[in-house]
C-alpha cells in the first residue's frame, strides 16, 4: 500500500493563478482533511471531508476550494492565489471508529 | 478557542542525553492527545496516542504523559540519539465521530548532536 500521497511535491505559482492539489488514499478512509503549516503556527485544517461527496470547512478554508468526488481522492483547489498562500500543504486521512490520522509527505507551495 | 504550544520551540542537546518536551492547551475538553515526528520533507509519524482517560503511553525510548487539569503533556526521550534529531508535534483531538478534529502545536525542532 502507498498510504497517502500528494501530487506535486513543489509548485511555484505566480500570484493570480490557479492550481490543484491531488491527495490519493489506497487505505479506503472514509475520512479526508488538507491542512497548511506555516512557521510558528503549527498545522491548521483547511477543508475536511466525512466522505465521499461531502466537504466541510476547517478552521481556515478561505481562498481554497475541495471536492471529494472519488473515496481515494480529495482535491484542494486555489483560483487565484496569493503570497500569504505560500505554505507547506499536508493532506490526511482517518477511518471511521479510529481516531489515528495519516499523513501525506506534503507539498511545498510558493507563490510569488 | 483552543491553543496549543509547545516549549521550547528549538533544542540542541548532545547524544545519551535524556529530554523533555513540553506541550501545554487551554481547553481540558479534549478527547486525547497525539504526539507526531516530522522529518524534514516529510509527513508526520504519530509515536503515541493517550486517551483523554489515560495518564501515559510508552513505546521503547519515549513515554508520553497527559495531565488534563493542569493543561499539560510532556514527551520524555530517554537517551537521546541522533536519529531522534526531527521536529516534534503535539496534537488534541477535540470531538468525535464526524466532528473529530486535530488541533496541532507549534512543534519543537530537535537536534542531537554526537
Known amino acids: 500500500n502507498a498510504g497517502v500521497t500528494q501530487t506535486p511535491k513543489f509548485r511555484v505559482l505566480k500570484t493570480g493563478q490557479s492550481m490543484t492539489l491531488l491527495c490519493a488514499q489506497d487505505m479506503n478512509h472514509e475520512y479526508m482533511y488538507w491542512y497548511r503549516q506555516d512557521p510558528g503556527m503549527g498545522l491548521r485544517l483547511i477543508h475536511y471531508s466525512v466522505g465521499e461527496g461531502t466537504t466541510a470547512k476547517g478552521e481556515v478554508p478561505d481562498g481554497y476550494n475541495v471536492s471529494r468526488l472519488k473515496k481515494q481522492n480529495f482535491l484542494l483547489g486555489l483560483e487565484s492565489a496569493a503570497p500569504s498562500q505560500t505554505s507547506v500543504y499536508f493532506c490526511?486521512?482517518?477511518?471511521?471508529?479510529?481516531?489515528?490520522?495519516?499523513f501525506g509527505p506534503g507539498t511545498r507551495l510558493t507563490v510569488l | 478557542k483552543q491553543e496549543v504550544t509547545q516549549i521550547p520551540a528549538a533544542l540542541s542537546v548532545p547524544e545519551g542525553e535524556n529530554l523533555v518536551l513540553n506541550c501545554s492547551f487551554t481547553?481540558?475538553?479534549?478527547?486525547?492527545l497525539q504526539w507526531f515526528r516530522q522529518d524534514p520533507g516529510k509527513g508526520l509519524t504519530s509515536l503515541l496516542l493517550?486517551?483523554?482517560?489515560?495518564r501515559e503511553q510508552t513505546s521503547g525510548r519515549l513515554n508520553a504523559s497527559l495531565d488534563k487539569s493542569s493543561g499539560r503533556s510532556t514527551l520524555y526521550i530517554a537517551a537521546s540519539q541522533p536519529g531522534d534529531s526531527a521536529t516534534y508535534l503535539c496534537a488534541l483531538t477535540r470531538g468525535t465521530g464526524t466532528a473529530s478534529k486535530l488541533t496541532f502545536g507549534t512543534g519543537t525542532r530537535l537536534q542531537v548532536t554526537l
Open positions: 493517550i486517551q483523554s482517560s489515560q
Open positions: 481547553d481540558s475538553a479534549i478527547y486525547n
Open positions: 490526511a486521512s482517518r477511518k471511521t471508529g479510529t481516531i489515528g490520522q495519516f
